[in-house]
């Protein structure tokens, strides 16, 4: 994330990696690395922090994008709303979640016995036969 980050500036100013994983330490160091934050007080400073930026100019491109409006809301909401009818169908994730291959083996000391399911097939089979793409 880092590397990231330091590829965000606006022309002009530049942080490099070492910079920011060095400005990385100190801050982390500064909080006795005591960094769990409630989700409510990262948005609060987030958006302090962001306007901030926006202010003093030194925000790019990106940071002067126009809010959400009451149109895109609603394509966001018909969008949320079509995964979660896709999540509440039965198998509806299921192609996301990972398959099993050939035989399985129960670990040692497992409380979860599992005995083999079937034996592997000769069929070879490649990423896009078990994932969606």
């Known amino acids: 994330w880092n590397a990231d980050f330091s590829q965000t ?3 002009g100013i530049e942080f490099t990696l070492q910079r920011i994983n060095a400005l990385e330490v100190a801050v982390l160091s500064a909080l006795s690395y005591e960094v769990k934050v409630p989700a409510s007080e ?7 922090l962001r306007s901030m930026i926006i202010k003093s100019g030194l925000g790019g491109q990106d ?10 809301a609603r394509r966001l909401q018909a969008v949320s709303e079509r995964y979660q009818v896709g999540v509440s169908k039965p198998g509806g994730l299921a192609n996301f979640r990972s398959k099993s291959v050939g035989a399985t083996v129960a670990l040692e000391g497992s409380s979860n016995k599992v005995t083999a399911i079937e034996q592997p097939s000769q069929k070879k089979i490649g990423l896009e036969h078990v994932m969606r793409m």
């Open 42 to 48: 990262y948005a609060k400073y987030y958006f302090l």
């Open 9 to 11: 500036c606006p022309a």
């Open 63 to 72: 940071l002067m994008k126009n809010p959400l409006d009451i149109e895109g």
